[in-house]
């Protein structure tokens, strides 16, 4: 779905659409959508600032991901409400470079007549996912030796010796 600038400036757009999977693309072969994206809520833009875009919404979907630990399949549902400013890339003759304040850190920035809302929830989903991917707390991941996962089952793999080069120094 098309945010249009030229829309926002008659009236405020609205939005309440659902994404089947593979409907957004997230980039990452071991992350994927489980259901439906739900999106309900409304783009404008805000008066007097030359075009910045203000989107509010709520989103609702079940994201599966590889567990980074043992690479089972690891499930994140994830409600959040968002609350974004959008403001027009300025180029061009008498557009020079600025450096960002540490209010500007929350706008983003888009081109052109305006921009697609597929790009703004697949952003705040991956956001709102962890960087470490894993199916509970307590996963103990694979064992390096023999490749079992230690989740399921004991393997009996010993881990390798300490490195005598540094028996010197615990004597110390």
Known sequence: ????????????????????????????????????????????????????????????????????????????????????????????????????RTEDSGVDFYEGDGLELEDVLREQVLLALPMRRTCREECQGICPLCGANRNRTECGCRSKAPDDRWAALREL
């Open 1 to 100: 779905m098309f945010l249009s600038v030229h829309e926002m400036e008659l009236r405020e757009v609205r939005f309440d659409r659902a994404f089947q999977p593979g409907a957004i693309q997230f980039m990452d072969s071991k992350l994927w959508q489980a259901g439906p994206l739900c999106a309900v809520g409304k783009a404008e833009l805000v008066p007097h600032t030359g075009g910045e875009i203000r989107i509010r919404g709520h989103l609702e979907v079940g994201m599966e991901a590889e567990c980074d630990g043992c690479l089972e399949v690891a499930r994140y549902p994830l409600e959040l409400d968002f609350d974004l400013f959008y403001e027009p890339v300025r180029s061009g003759p008498g557009h020079e470079e600025v450096a960002l």
